[in-house]
């Protein structure tokens, strides 16, 4: 580091949450005066307090703007908390499908945090708070650019689930991209990201997947299909583990078209059980027209919405829930921490006939990931005995966020000058790290260089951006 710094020139970051983790993403730019916060979720494996953002290390006061990268509980859910019940004072910007998926969400996840729980000890904020909160979140759209105060920033597409963006921003002449959560794969319902038309100086990039490299789609969805035939054909049952919102749909839209050329699974029941997914159906079905080309056409030329499915049904809770022979059940959460999926793992757990089909990010912590290491036993939530585990576990990742290839050709199209990775577990964020490194090796100590960051929660990271013009 410099001994005689500009300050003017230094950009300084503060990573609250997500830093060398997946979960309670919240980061913190500050430069020229400024201060910009970068989403504020919980982390899925905690309760209570426990699952915020480190809120406590940093004064929220100063925050001039925050902006909410997409509606995943890890990016959003702890943004009322912020809202109601810290010095935050700043104005609030998300997507327009962002803004109508997250209040059915967060009203879900405030009946879900609050069951069971008599003094409170696990509720961050009311229906009350989210209610209050909300009509001051500014709905932005894509492609336009927003200035408040000499911060200026634009929504880019960015994959991943409904309403999603990256955010290009500038501050003083210094341009940021900020990923959030991406994909570059195109599914059947949304736009891959895009690639901004600025260079920007710095970029923060999810490492979710480091540097494993994902299947190809069509195989992907061919093992899916497959799986769930043969599981079929020898009776067992299927459960399919989802976050109720986001990459669920894509995965009845594959189901459904399934179903409809293979006529020999007609009578077998294919069903979702979320309350909150059939909430937020009218939302897909109402920003058609924010998705790609493939299903805009299906749309127009079938007259029939997409999101209106043949085969599958809805089911409200278990009690109506005729559990005999095959089938297939979508059900959340997506990490099995309880609820109906959690249920239906215990109630299917001793037949080994039956599969569960793991098609999310399992974060560490949760049932999920437990599963993933095929224990003989698995505790049940209600009472303390434990229950012998048969059902087959497969793992599928429909997860949308980009493997290492297309990260690193993604930031290869962007070539920024610094990036900070967040969003990854230690270590396939440090192998990211390495890889990307020795990538731009050749640069090393010339004008090209390329830094790389990978700060933990708390840690201040101070980089400095010399001959910055502003552009007026
Ligand atoms: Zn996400």
Redesign the pocket.
Known sequence: EDKFVDESDLLKFHCLGGGNEVGRSCHIIEYKGKTVMLDAGIHPAYSGMASLPFYDEFDLEKVDILLIS?F?L??AASLPYVMQHTKFKGRVFMTHPTKAIYRWLLSDFVRVTSIGDNNNSSTLYTDDDLTDSYDRIEPIDYHSTIEVDGIRFTAYHAG??LG?CMYLLEIGGLKILFT??YSREKDRHLNPAEVPPHRPDLLICESTFGTAVHEQIDEKELRLTSLIHNTINNSGKILLPVFAL?RAQEILLILDQYWAENPDLKNIGIFYASNLTRKCMSVYQTYINMMNDDIRKKFRSQNSNPFQFKYIKSIKNLDKFDDLGPCVVIASPGMLQNGVSRELLERWAPDERNLVLMTGYSVEGTMAKNLLSEPDIIPAVKGSESITRRIKIEEISFAA?VDFNQNSKFIELVNPKSIILVHGESNPMGRLKSALLSKYHKFKNTKKEVKVYNPRNCDRLHIQFKGIKIAK
């Open positions: 997409h995943h890890d990016h991943h689930v999603a959030g959560d986001g966020h």
